[in-house]
T-cell receptor, first 115, second 111 residues
Framework: ETGVTQSPTHLIKTRGQQVTLRCSSQ?????VSWYQQALGQGPQFIFQ???????GRGNFPPRFSGLQFPNYSSELNVNALELDDSALYLC??????????????FGPGTRLTVL | GDSVTQMEGPVTLSEEACLTI???????????LFWYVQYPGEGLQLLLK?????DKGSNKGFEATYRKETTSFHLEKGSVQVSDSAVYFC??????????FGTGTSLTVIP
């Protein structure tokens, strides 16, 4: 059984650029959630995708967008990058949505640095 | 709004010492509560959870009890090991689609 994988591991961008981060969910999981973890902080919920539809969104501006594909992998896109977007971006997958009984499995994250 | 507050770190303990990491929450309803652990270079892993008041979650010698009256979910272990060195996050959720995490507490266990 393959766990959650994310790519790339590290990324450096400049302010104003756009970035795409990728996540492959654990085998059999149909739900993917994205989190932003700033240095020294806990993860902040960005949004969740369930069966290719957005299923909840945190307090992030529209320049943070996402996609989920038929194989349940997912992308996080961030437009017009700002310095404060520098963070570790975590992806988590689970089987089913809308229940605290469904354990989320996290990937190792993508470290984004905006200069 | 809903939030989780954890004790400030870092925490440094000697092997076999007792551990308590405090976690309190603010919630408008009755959430489920979780502890996640993040080992160096790895993603977050679920350590334990409790879904209703007075439930006790336990795993790998760690325990936490959901206390509605004190809005707390403190993490405890009777005897820590070097391999327990990690960052520990307390979290809550209502529906499982949005988790609220604390800021994390770094634990270092020295031999």
């Amino acid at each position: 059984e393959t766990g959650v994988t994310q790519s790339p591991t590290h990324l450096i961008k400049t302010r104003g650029q756009q970035v795409t981060l990728r996540c492959s969910s654990q085998s059999g999981h149909n739900t993917v959630s994205w989190y932003q973890q700033a240095l020294g902080q806990g993860p902040q919920f960005i949004f969740q995708y369930y069966r290719e539809e957005e299923n909840g969104r945190g307090n992030f501006p529209p320049r943070f967008s996402g996609l989920q594909f038929p194989n349940y992998s997912s992308e996080l896109n961030v437009n017009a990058l700002e310095l404060d977007d520098s963070a570790l971006y975590l992806c988590a997958s689970s089987l089913g949505a809308g229940s605290p009984y469904n354990e989320q499995f996290f990937g190792p994250g993508t470290r984004l640095t905006v200069l | 709004g809903d939030s989780v507050t954890q004790m400030e770190g870092p925490v440094t303990l000697s092997e076999e010492a007792c551990l308590t990491i405090n976690c309190t929450y603010t919630a408008t309803g009755y959430p489920s509560l979780f502890w996640y652990v993040q080992y160096p270079g790895e993603g977050l892993q679920l350590l334990l959870k409790a879904t209703k008041a007075d439930d006790k979650g336990s795993n790998k010698g760690f325990e936490a009890t959901y206390r509605k009256e004190t809005t707390s979910f403190h993490l405890e272990k009777g005897s820590v090991q070097v391999s327990d060195s990690a960052v520990y996050f307390c979290a809550l959720t209502y529906t499982g689609n949005q988790f609220y995490f604390g800021t994390g507490t770094s634990l270092t266990v020295i031999p």
